[in-house]
């Protein structure tokens, strides 16, 4: 008898143990390592934590990148040294839910302070497939006078520099960089 109650026992907290482990793959903590990735610019462990492809959406912005594009992009980001700070996160219904602050020395030269949005990240089992982001800091018409001073004045000093606004990759970034430091410095 005392062995049917230990096996009882025993398999109640296996099967809790379960339930807990797939808890155990837990969404909320796989979005903090995502945005430590980020954050670090840790282009080597991105691929543990997305589906084979990602969806991002900013704002009414949307778009989807295979692995290796999200981790040119990340290069891209790097460049700028960025700080993705938490602010708020929690899971709800599945989905994570987050308040991020960015800055980066692009974001510094255009906005002037951070950017921050509220995010939503959504899983295919562990995996994130999905980030939608919705700006609640930002501030479009400083952001836009900057970016468009940097552009003329590019485009009129430094034509061999055209094209950075567009250019994703880790060599866009570096242009990027030097297109304003050549325009805070008027070189």
């Not at 302070?113 to 700006?135: A, G, L, Q």
């Amino acid at each position: 008898m005392s062995k049917i109650i230990i096996l009882s026992l025993f398999l109640i907290f296996g099967f809790t143990s379960c339930k807990n482990s797939e808890k155990g793959i837990d969404k909320l903590e796989i979005a903090k390592q995502y945005y430590d990735v980020l954050n670090n610019s840790a282009h080597s462990e991105i691929r543990a934590l997305l589906t084979d492809s990602i969806m991002t959406k900013d704002d009414d912005y949307e778009q989807t990148f295979s692995l290796k594009e999200y981790a040119e992009w990340l290069n891209w980001d790097s460049v700028f040294d960025p700080t993705y700070e938490i602010l708020e996160i929690e899971l709800e219904g599945g989905i994570v839910k987050a308040k991020i602050s960015k800055m980066d020395k692009r974001i510094s030269f255009l906005h002037e302070k951070p950017i921050v949005t509220n995010e939503i990240i959504r899983f295919d089992k562990n995996k994130i497939k999905n980030v939608e982001r919705n700006s609640i800091i930002f501030n479009v018409t400083t952001f836009l006078k900057n970016r468009d001073g940097l552009v003329n004045w590019i485009d009129k000093n430094h034509p061999h520099l055209n094209g950075f606004l567009h250019d994703q990759t880790e060599a866009g970034g570096i242009k990027y960089l030097k297109a304003i430091d050549l325009y805070k410095n008027k070189k």
